[in-house]
């Protein structure tokens, strides 16, 4: 069985700080990682994801995460926020053996970015 | 390439009625997911197709239906509707081959209201 959990329900920084959205997951199998950010009104756009090569992810918008089997986290940083990163972000997590796209989602962190 | 379309993007309905939403993929993706997104439960997996098949399928009940065409559309069809189906519904697209590791890519979203 797999599941995600974010740490955080609502994170709230200053424009120009840095971000860290937490992340940990639960997986049977060895797992693939997403973030994937929703604005108002609109889909889900993918940061980034980790399938099983370079620990470190970068991704789209300053945006990276780190994959730490110890610890079974996936924690989504950015070194600046900016007034636009202001969103629902979700961890995610499938199983990367699966023939099967199936997608386990977290209740997902809303970001506030203060001027 | 032309990204995920959702038809329609509002839905309002009344409880009993049924509802049928469509998802065009990307062009060459031969599998589409379906996911149910509501404040109290978050995103959940409703069922994945490829090639015309059903892969996958969450824990919802037979109400809750799906098909895809040989052109990799899909419809999601909800019968007898219940208040508590109001709901973003969103539709994901990939290539289908990598399973667990493809990168879904997901439509604007269906808001279905059940009066």
């Known amino acids: 069985a797999q599941s995600v959990t974010q740490l955080d329900s609502h994170v709230s920084v200053s424009e120009g700080t840095p971000v860290l959205l937490r992340c940990n997951y639960s997986s049977s199998y060895s797992p693939s990682l997403f973030w994937y950010v929703q604005h108002p009104n609109k889909g889900l756009q993918l940061l980034l994801k980790?399938?099983?090569?370079?620990?470190l992810v970068k991704g789209i918008n300053g945006f990276e995460a780190e994959f730490k089997k110890s610890e079974t986290s996936f924690h989504l940083t950015k070194p600046s926020a900016h007034m636009s990163d202001a969103a629902e972000y979700f961890c995610v997590v499938s199983d990367r053996s699966s023939n099967t796209g199936k997608l386990i989602f977290g209740q997902g962190t809303t970001l506030q970015v203060k001027p | 390439k032309a990204g995920v379309t959702q038809t329609p993007r509002y839905l309002i309905k009344t409880r009993g009625q049924q509802v049928t939403l469509s998802c065009s993929p990307i062009s060459g993706h031969r599998s589409v997911s379906w996911y149910q997104q509501t404040p109290g439960q978050g995103l959940q997996f409703l069922f994945e197709?490829?090639?015309?098949?059903?892969?996958n399928k969450g824990n919802f009940p037979g109400r809750f239906s799906g098909r895809q065409f040989s052109n990799s559309r899909s419809e999601m069809n909800v019968s007898t509707l219940e208040l508590g189906d109001s709901a973003l519904y969103l539709c994901a697209s990939n290539a289908g081959l990598a399973g667990g590791t493809d990168t879904q890519y997901f439509g604007p979203g269906t808001r279905l209201t059940v009066l």
């Open positions: 197709y490829f090639s015309e098949t059903q892969r």
């Open positions: 980790y399938t099983s090569a370079a620990t």
